[in-house]
């Protein structure tokens, strides 16, 4: 057997024929060239004779035992009388690429699996280029229109880059998928999506589960009035815990020195749930309720609704929020008077999420996911690359390992 034959059976490309093999202190390198004479425009796949120049371009391939491997070929631009010069469509690669199919999609299989040094070490790579790899992957494995079928969605945003950048994702219930991820987390961002869904898709939406920003709750009802609102626990408990923090600090900026003591290092021990105590933490919360009353005030409003939350029955839930909405409104606490109005008046809302199934711990593991994965994408070039890294971990998209 040839080395040529041998090496091409090795490449197991189609449509593309070896021409010679060599080797430099990289690596294996394989010249080859398209089995079809003819160039093709990669804007538009007709054929075009027309050759402005050729330049020669390499293009990592999957590793032959310890080896790199790269593709060589003196690409083509071609004069397309449709999209002007662009380059010829190569069956080995996207045209913008340096490298083929097989090694992108390897490092697709890899990212939805492995930790980043590893991915970055087997495959001899930095992390910043398997963010532009994946965006590639992502829109060549998607399913066509994960819009399709929608009845039961959640939206949520994603802080990244130390809380100074956003991302809206909008996940399917049903599937437990992410199906469209945007940069941005204002009305307009959200309202794209709804854009892209279609007027008669946006009608048959049933729930949508979100925060209580007013910025989403515009742009859910503004396209889909008929859906209805569910908050989520999470973010409904999330506000209590922000008040929580600031009666704190109102408490530590008007304190004397002795009473600073006090609340000293307490704010992880109001933050957790009572069971998780540490035995100096609880030592810490007793003295702030023997000590600073409407701090320890605020705890117990915080764990109240908590408790109202992890309850099953809607009527109990509503009646009891109202009790809780009486009592967070005499507190003298303003941070939890305005939580109490917020709670009233989205109560249905809240209220909802209890009555559903959508407060399963299903879609609360995809966002736990969702969220390491974006701490996952640091060092990513830009948002682009962690909406792609979103969509291949949670959107549900299938890859092997290429095997021949
Ligand atoms: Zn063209």
């Not at 697709?108 to 495959?123: E, I, P, V």
């Not at 859906?227 to 004397?256: C, E, G, N, P, T």
């Not at 749930?273 to 605020?298: C, F, I, M």
Request: charge should be positive; include cysteine.
């Amino acid at each position: 057997m040839r080395a040529t034959t041998l090496l091409s059976k090795i490449l197991g490309l189609k449509a593309t024929r070896v021409r010679g093999v060599s080797c430099d202190e990289k690596g294996l390198i394989a010249e080859v060239a398209p089995t079809t004479r003819i160039a093709r425009c990669s804007g538009c796949m007709c054929r075009v004779r027309a050759v402005h120049d050729r330049r020669e371009r390499d293009w990592r391939h999957l590793d032959v035992g310890p080896y790199r491997l790269r593709l060589r070929y003196a690409i083509r631009r071609v004069d397309c009388p449709r999209c002007g010069v662009v380059v010829e469509f190569v069956p080995w690669a996207e045209s913008q690429s340096w490298f083929t199919y097989d090694f992108e999609d390897h490092v697709g299989y890899l990212a939805q699996r492995t930790d980043k040094t590893t991915l970055s070490t087997l495959m001899r790579i930095a992390w910043r280029t398997v963010g532009a790899i994946i965006e590639r992957v992502v829109p060549r494995h998607r399913p066509a229109d994960p819009l399709e079928d929608l009845t039961h969605i959640g939206v949520d945003e994603l802080s990244y880059r130390r809380h100074h950048e956003y991302v809206t994702v909008v996940v399917d219930h049903g599937r437990g998928a992410v199906v469209w991820a945007r940069k941005g987390k204002d009305a307009a961002t959200l309202g794209t999506f709804f854009e892209e869904l279609g007027k008669e898709r946006c009608a048959q939406l049933e729930a949508v589960t979100l925060d209580l920003s007013a910025a989403y709750i515009k742009a859910v009802t503004d396209a889909s009035p008929q859906a209805r609102l569910i908050f989520d626990r999470f973010h409904v408990q999330r506000l209590a815990h922000d008040a929580l923090d600031k009666v704190r600090r109102q408490q530590w900026r008007a304190a004397d020195a002795e009473d600073k003591d006090a609340i000293k290092g307490t704010r992880f021990a109001l933050q957790k749930n009572p069971w998780n105590l540490s035995d100096v933490e609880r030592g810490k919360l007793a003295d702030v309720q023997r000590t600073n009353r409407p701090l320890y005030r605020a705890y117990l409003l915080k764990e109240t609704l908590a408790k109202i939350l992890d309850g099953g029955q809607v009527n109990v839930a509503r009646d009891k929020l109202l009790d809780w909405h009486a009592w967070a409104t005499r507190s003298r606490l303003p941070p939890f008077r305005t939580v109490a109005r917020t709670i009233k008046k989205h109560i249905e809302g809240i209220v909802a999420y209890v009555a559903t199934g959508l407060s399963s711990a299903r879609s609360e593991g995809l966002n736990g996911k969702i969220r390491t994965i974006t701490r996952r994408s640091f060092g990513f070039h830009s948002a682009s690359s962690l909406i792609a890294l979103i969509h291949l971990c949670c959107g549900g998209i299938a890859l092997a390992p290429v095997h021949r």
